[in-house]
Nanobody, 119 residues
Framework: QVQLVESGGGLVQAGGSLRLSCAAS????????MGWFRQAPGKEREFVAR????????YYADSVKGRFTISRDNAKNTVYLQMNSLKPEDTAVYYC????????????WGQGTQVTVSS
């Protein structure tokens, strides 16, 4: 069992920056992929970014490419999402999740943290 806890959400003006954190605890492993997802009211959950814990390979949704950066800290068992040049369209609840490095579903999820971007 692994627990994921997001933090760092809040209210920010368009063009501003915010850094989200996701701390992992419990039965953690480095043989995983960590991801960020978001869901706005009335919309489906969408993929934002992911990172392979081993090696650090990253991938981003086109909507955030060039603005967001995903990273991880081995010592802290924490994954981050640095969000720059924020737009009102980025407003959503942001969730972190994990899956096995070799494939499978996203089997563990955090509780989410609200990000609101004002115009």
């Amino acid at each position: 069992q692994v627990q994921l806890v997001e933090s760092g959400g809040g209210l920010v003006q368009a063009g501003g920056s915010l850094r989200l954190s996701c701390a992992a605890s419990g039965r953690t492993s480095r043989s995983v992929v960590m991801g960020w997802f978001r869901q706005a009211p009335g919309k489906e959950r969408e993929f934002v970014a992911r990172i392979f814990w081993i090696g650090g390979d990253t991938y981003y949704a086109d909507s955030v490419k060039g603005r967001f950066t995903i990273s991880r800290d081995n010592a802290k068992n924490t994954v981050y999402l640095q969000m720059n040049s924020l737009k009102p369209e980025d407003t959503a609840v942001y969730y972190c999740a994990r899956r096995d490095r070799l494939g499978g579903s996203w089997d563990y999820w955090g509780q989410g943290t609200q990000v609101t971007v004002s115009s």
